[in-house]
């Protein structure tokens, strides 16, 4: 069973984080990392740019930010720690309203979207952005 610690530095109003844990788990199970660890971090706009501009050098905020523990075509020892997923709770909420959907639904697409870059895919082409987005549908069925 993958492990799965949640943090939060943000406001969580509305946000289930047990249910969440539980949805992340299930989702490392699904993309084969079920012997992994994962950090995920709930945080704000404010904290989310402030690392996406230290190390992406992109001054804005994003919804979800990944960092991989170790190159993904790297072999890894079992267990160890896959990475770390850092989602803005309020770039999230704002997304979620737009799209039409709940917090709650847009959080876990997150979690799909940073533990698939975790495990080495990426969405630079339109060809790997297809791919990636049908993965997401895909585990998010599965998942729950």
Same mark, same amino acid.
């Given at each position: 069973?993958?492990?799965?610690?949640?943090?939060?530095?943000?406001?969580?109003?509305?946000?289930? =984080?047990?249910?969440?844990?539980?949805?992340?788990?299930?989702?490392?199970?699904?993309?084969? #990392?079920?012997?992994?660890?994962?950090? &995920? &971090?709930?945080?704000?706009?404010? @904290?989310?740019?402030? +690392? #996406?501009?230290?190390?992406? *050098?992109?001054?804005?905020?994003? #919804?979800? +930010?990944? @960092?991989?523990?170790?190159?993904?075509?790297? /072999? &890894?020892? =079992?267990?160890? /720690?896959?990475?770390?997923?850092? =989602?803005?709770?309020?770039?999230?909420?704002?997304? *979620?309203?737009?799209?039409?959907?709940?917090? *709650?639904?847009?959080? !876990?697409? +997150?979690?799909?979207?940073?533990?698939?870059? &975790?495990?080495?895919?990426?969405? !630079?082409?339109?060809? %790997? /952005?297809?791919?990636?987005?049908? +993965?997401?549908?895909? =585990?998010? %069925?599965?998942?729950?």
């Amino acid at each position: 069973m993958p492990v799965v610690d949640i943090r939060a530095v943000c406001d969580r109003a509305g946000v289930d =984080i047990a249910a969440l844990k539980q949805y992340a788990e299930r989702v490392m199970v699904e993309t084969g #990392n079920e012997k992994c660890e994962l950090s &995920l &971090l709930l945080a704000d706009d404010v @904290f989310v740019r402030d +690392l #996406n501009r230290r190390y992406r *050098s992109i001054d804005r905020t994003t #919804n979800v +930010l990944a @960092f991989p523990q170790q190159d993904a075509s790297q /072999t &890894l020892p =079992i267990p160890t /720690t896959l990475g770390d997923v850092v =989602i803005s709770v309020e770039k999230a909420g704002r997304d *979620s309203v737009a799209a039409g959907h709940s917090l *709650s639904d847009e959080l !876990k697409k +997150l979690i799909v979207h940073g533990v698939l870059h &975790l495990s080495g895919h990426d969405h !630079k082409t339109r060809a %790997e /952005t297809r791919q990636m987005r049908d +993965l997401e549908q895909t =585990i998010m %069925e599965r998942a729950g």
